[in-house]
């Protein structure tokens, strides 16, 4: 992150990463939500946080960027360690606990770099010490304050570090959250869910959600499953490689309920080109990545679109858009 921020101070040094990392394909291309995305492939929120580095991973290549969580006031999250690398499953687990420097902070950070290269969400949550049955105040404060520089809202409620956050995933509360946020902004709005929910617990809920108003589903955030690796850490959620199946699992199920009715974000697991064409297939407009690029390096964004390119003219697929739900 030093070296991103450091990047974005020599202006001729940022268009040459820019030449290097980004591939400019028309088929590549969607318009969602009456925003251009480049490509299908983002970075999922959690590795900027505060919204530091936008210019920069913009210029990495990627389609679109998720900053936060961001919580209403600053907070330092977990105590260290809280980021632990399981190099063999190319996986990672993180407690992190929404550590960020809050909303003022990610609120001057945008508008410096408004409007950005590429749509740029921004994920919310409540802060630890707001107890659940005022937690919509949070999300309501978050949206209202951060409404004039966000290309889409997404409501975090499945992260496994703040205690209690997962109990807010009931039907009835997904739908009061949904209210609160969509009466502050006109902006999309999204929810991400858990991938330990049973199939049929996510589809009622994803159903529950797209009825409230919500014009979109990220599946799926980390997993407390700790059986898929050999020696967890003892809190945390997973990510990575170990994730891969259950994501995958989860849009296919939520697909076959909301597919058409909004927009469907996949991420865990994501790799090679092969996972992302999958997912397209699958039922999603989008993808995005975070662990594989931390394994991978800044020049994987580059390699899946130029090889999703490659599986879309194998298959006489005309573009990007045309691949969506096709195994649906």
Not at 196 to 223: C, F, K, Q, S
Request: net charge neutral.
């Amino acid at each position: 992150m030093s070296g991103l921020q450091s990047l974005q101070q020599l202006p001729q040094a940022l268009r040459r990463f820019e030449r290097q990392h980004c591939v400019i394909d028309r088929r590549l291309e969607q318009e969602i939500w009456g925003q251009r995305f480049p490509n299908p492939i983002g970075l999922a929120a959690g590795f900027d946080k505060d919204a530091v580095a936008v210019p920069a991973l913009a210029a990495m290549g990627f389609g679109f960027l998720e900053v936060g969580t961001v919580t209403p006031k600053p907070q330092s999250g977990n105590p260290r360690p809280r980021l632990f690398r399981h190099r063999e499953l190319h996986s990672l687990q993180n407690a992190m606990g929404f550590n960020n420097a809050g909303m003022e902070s990610l609120s001057r950070r945008l508008a410096q770099n408004w409007p950005p290269p590429v749509p740029v969400g921004i994920n919310v949550g409540k802060n630890r010490q707001t107890e659940l049955m005022s937690a919509g105040e949070d999300y309501r404060t978050l949206v209202r304050r951060l409404k004039e520089h966000a290309s889409y809202f997404v409501i975090n409620i499945s992260s496994p570090n703040t205690p209690g956050l997962r109990d807010l995933q009931q039907g009835e509360t997904v739908a009061g959250l949904l209210d609160i946020c969509l009466e502050e902004t006109e902006a999309p709005v999204l929810v991400k869910l858990s991938p330990d929910m049973e199939d049929d617990e996510a589809v009622a809920l994803a159903r529950a959600a797209v009825e409230a108003g919500a014009a979109g589903l990220i599946l799926t955030n980390t997993t407390v499953n700790y059986s898929l690796v050999p020696e967890p850490q003892a809190t945390g959620g997973l990510s990575g490689r170990v994730l891969r199946r259950r994501s995958f699992e989860l849009l296919k199920a939520v697909a076959s309920e909301v597919y058409g009715r909004c927009i469907l974000v996949s991420v865990g697991g994501i790799e090679s080109a092969s996972d992302v064409y999958a997912r397209l297939r699958a039922g999603a407009h989008l993808t995005q990545i975070y662990t594989s690029l931390i394994y991978g390096g800044s020049l994987l964004v580059r390699r899946l679109n130029e090889e999703l390119l490659d599986l879309l003219e194998g298959d006489g697929v005309r573009n990007v858009a045309s691949a969506v739900g096709l195994d649906v």
